[in-house]
C-alpha cells in the first residue's frame, strides 16, 4: 500500500519544525525507525519517505547501518543552500524530476556510446532479476542506480552540480518499492523504453518516455503533477 503524500508532507513539517527548534543537534543522531514512528504516531514507510525529503532538503543524511544523522545546517541557511526547496513537498520534487530528467536523457541520447547504453541495460537487467527474485530492496538499488547512471552521463559541469537534488528526489521516490513492489514491473517496462529511445539516438522519445515515467511515478504516490499545458501532448507518441 502506498503512503499517503498528506501524511508524509505533515511528518516532514513537524520534523522540520523539531530540527529547527534544536530537538535534535547537528551530529546527533535521529530516533531509530520504530521508535520515531511510534512517537509519531505513524507507519514505518510514511517515516521513511518523510525521511527522504528531509534529505532532499540537505537537513538530515542516512548513514548505512547507522541511522539517520542531523547535518549542520544555520537557521536561514536552508532556503540559501538549496535553492529556497526548504518547504518542498513530494509534489515539489517530483517536479524537479520533471523538470531536468527527460532534458538530460534528450542530452544523452545524442551523444551516448554503444558501451554506455550497454551499461544501462545491464543495469535494468539488475532491477529485472530483483524483480524476477522477488527482492524488492534490490530491485529499489538497481532502480536508483540506474536513474544516477543516467544524471553521470551528462558533460554539462552545472548540471553535474543540480543533478545531485535530482538524485536525492529519485531516492525519495524509490522508498515505494520497499512497500509496493508490484510496481517494479512498471518502472523496468517504463525505463526499458528509455534505453530503447537512448539507443536509437532519438532524443525526443527518450525525453517523452521519460516525461512519462515520472508522471507515472507520480500516479503511483497519489500524486497528479501540474504541468504546463504545452507539456501535455508531448508525452504521447
Given at each position: ?155 554539462n559541469p ?31 517496462q517504463e ?47
Open positions: 500500500m502506498i503512503t499517503s503524500s498528506t501524511v508524509v508532507n505533515s511528518v516532514v513539517k513537524k520534523l522540520k519544525v523539531a530540527l529547527a527548534r534544536g530537538q535534535w543537534r547537528c551530529g546527533e543522531m535521529l530516533p531509530g525507525q520504530r521508535e520515531l514512528a511510534e512517537q509519531l504516531g505513524i507507519s514505518r514507510p510514511s517515516l521513511r519517505e518523510a525521511v527522504s525529503v528531509l534529505e532532499t532538503l540537505g537537513l538530515v543524511r542516512s548513514l548505512p547501518g547507522k541511522g539517520v544523522v542531523v547535518l549542520d545546517t544555520a537557521p536561514g541557511e536552508t532556503a540559501t543552500a538549496h535553492g529556497g526547496v526548504a518547504d518542498a513537498s513530494l509534489e515539489d520534487v517530483l517536479q524537479l524530476r520533471y523538470t531536468l530528467e527527460p532534458f538530460i536523457v534528450g542530452l544523452v541520447a545524442q551523444s551516448i556510446s554503444s558501451k554506455e547504453v550497454g551499461q544501462l541495460r545491464l543495469t535494468l537487467m539488475d532491477m529485472r532479476e530483483a524483480l524476477e527474485a522477488n527482492d524488492s530492496e534490490a530491485g529499489m538499488n538497481a532502480y536508483i542506480a540506474f536513474h544516477e547512471e543516467l544524471f553521470a552521463l551528462t558533460s552545472i548540471f553535474q552540480n543540480v543533478v545531485q537534488q535530482t538524485s536525492n528526489a529519485l531516492k525519495q521516490s524509490a522508498e515505494v518499492l520497499r512497500n509496493s513492489p508490484e510496481h517494479l514491473a512498471e518502472r523496468l525505463n526499458e523504453a528509455v534505453v530503447r529511445a537512448i539507443r536509437n539516438k532519438n532524443s525526443a522519445l527518450a525525453s517523452a518516455e521519460m516525461r512519462r515515467h515520472i508522471l507515472q511515478e507520480g500516479l503511483r504516490m497519489g500524486i497528479e503533477l501540474t504541468i504546463p499545458d504545452d507539456h501535455l501532448g508531448s508525452t504521447e507518441q
